[in-house]
């Protein structure tokens, strides 16, 4: 097995330790696993320096250069694929198969950006004789990235693609728990050539280096990817400096079942899906409203599935579900089963720690969980479905759209008005059909309501990145 990696900075294209250092731990094993060196302020200042000398650098180079370098940083990850993969088992505890798939979307996403880069289109408009209005898209400049823990390699590729396309620099903060999957991604782009500066990676104090980072002028747009509680606060904070944001915000996915589906099908799937990553995966189907005339076929579908499913150590052949990413997750996930019986809920399977090793939670399903359950507006963030039976379609979608949060959204059906009525009327940035796909490289993804604003992936999201210039040009003084 690789070893994992050595810890380190990245600042002004050179690796850099520091006094101080976090565990990093195996949440399989509970067993320390990394040091990771704990950023000071004047890291940061260095950081931010380095930073903008990038800027100054990259902004500069033709976008088919920086394409060509990002192409080359993919290829690299592509071919360290299995190394990288083993350190995010290691540090995160999802299965082996998933982490090898997670290196292969971060690639994706780069890719994506690389071919993006070369298209950041402007505009003439129409205008008199004489007379021309041009419109120039230009990068805008120093991007704090903000990534978190559930995807320790695909979610910093998002935020350090679209910085590096549009011709931006970047300062990635990765998460504490979950520091290899950013680490390799600052190697491969150090080896594929990226100038100094552009692409510099912290760690530390998570409040610290925010307040710190945002209040500076140089930072032109802060991209993060996390709870609603913290982006709001990062929203107040750029707000001081009219710092443009980016944000992507939790989730509490509603998945609506009709009575014409396949209703072993589409139990099976969701079940599959639901615990993936043990559902730690902001877009997660959580919700479940599922029509009363197939209710108790659905539920005993999608019981039997969970309850099926494999949990262990995410090296180990065969495992489905790893353990909860770190140890607060088991607490807060106890609580609101709790909380939900003692509603009246009906825990069918699941609900409880497994074993005193490791951070492992069973596979969980409630049914007939009462509105006012704290699990129906709070978002779970774990292995945990709700499956309620709902009368009709208003009453479904009234229910989908009950909590402050608006990410993704799902749907069951075979009828095109259904599909048609859900599509108008669901509240949420990402609504899929017959499918639990919420998101891909070439769409664009993001939320409404509390699930934040701006887009990440399509062509939409380069935007964000960029500022708008317009040029009037007069061929006479008027």
Not at 172 to 194: N, Q, V, Y
Not at 204 to 224: C, E, K, N, W, Y
Not at 359 to 385: C, H, S
Not at 397 to 422: C, E, H
Request: charged share 20%; aromatic share 6%.
């Amino acid at each position: 097995m690789t070893s994992y990696p050595d810890l380190k900075l990245y600042i002004a294209g050179e690796w850099r330790d520091t006094r101080e250092h976090l565990p990093v731990v195996n949440p399989a094993t509970e067993v320390e696993i990394g040091r990771l060196p704990h950023a000071e302020t004047s890291d940061l200042d260095d950081a931010l320096s380095a930073a903008e000398v990038g800027f100054r650098i990259w902004r500069a180079t033709a976008p088919r250069d920086r394409a060509d370098v990002m192409l080359k940083a993919a290829a690299i990850l592509r071919d360290r694929q299995e190394e990288i993969a083993r350190a995010i088992t290691a540090e995160h505890g999802k299965p082996l198969t998933q982490a090898r798939l997670e290196v292969i979307r971060g690639c994706e996403f780069i890719e994506w950006d690389a071919g993006e880069a070369v298209r950041t289109y402007g505009r003439v408009i129409p205008s008199a004789q004489g007379v021309r209005y041009v419109v120039h898209h230009q990068p805008i400049g120093v991007v704090l990235g903000l990534s978190p823990w559930n995807f320790p390699m695909s979610q910093p590729c998002r935020k350090v693609a679209g910085a590096l396309a549009t011709g931006c620099s970047i300062i990635l903060k990765a998460a504490e728990e979950t520091p290899a999957g950013a680490l390799h991604i600052a190697r491969a782009f150090h080896d594929a050539g990226l100038p100094p500066g552009v692409l510099n990676l912290v760690f530390g104090t998570p409040a610290m280096i925010s307040d710190h980072l945002i209040r500076q002028d140089p930072v032109r747009l802060v991209a993060f990817t996390g709870s609603t509680a913290v982006g709001r606060h990062l929203t107040t904070l750029a707000s001081e400096n009219m710092t443009r944001v980016l944000m992507e915000l939790g989730g509490h996915a509603p998945v609506i079942v009709c009575e014409d589906t396949d209703v072993e099908r589409a139990a099976i799937s969701s079940a599959v899906r639901k615990y993936r990553n043990a559902g730690q995966v902001c877009t997660s189907p959580t919700r479940f409203f599922v029509h009363d005339s197939i209710f108790e076929h659905y539920a005993d579908t999608f019981v039997k599935r969970a309850a099926a499913t494999v949990v262990g150590n995410g090296t180990d052949a065969g495992v489905e579900m790893g353990p909860l990413a770190n140890e607060r997750r088991v607490p807060a996930l106890a609580a609101l089963v709790e909380d939900a019986r003692e509603k009246g809920a009906e825990v069918r399977t699941g609900g409880a720690r497994i074993g005193n090793k490791g951070y492992f939670f069973e596979p969980t399903v409630l049914v007939n969980v009462p509105d006012d359950a704290r699990v129906m507006q709070e978002e779970p963030f774990g292995p945990l479905a709700v499956i309620n039976p709902v009368s009709s379609l208003d009453e479904a979608i009234a229910k989908a759209n009950s909590t402050p949060f608006g990410l993704a959204a799902y749907g069951f059906t075979n009828r095109a008005d259904y599909i048609d009525r859900m599509t108008d009327e669901i509240e949420a940035g990402n609504v899929s059909f017959n499918t639990l796909e919420a998101s891909l490289p070439e769409t664009p993804f993001g939320g409404v309501k509390s699930s934040g604003y701006g887009r990440e992936g399509g062509i939409e999201g380069l935007d964000n990145y960029m500022i708008v210039k317009n040029i009037s040009h007069s061929m006479q003084i008027v």
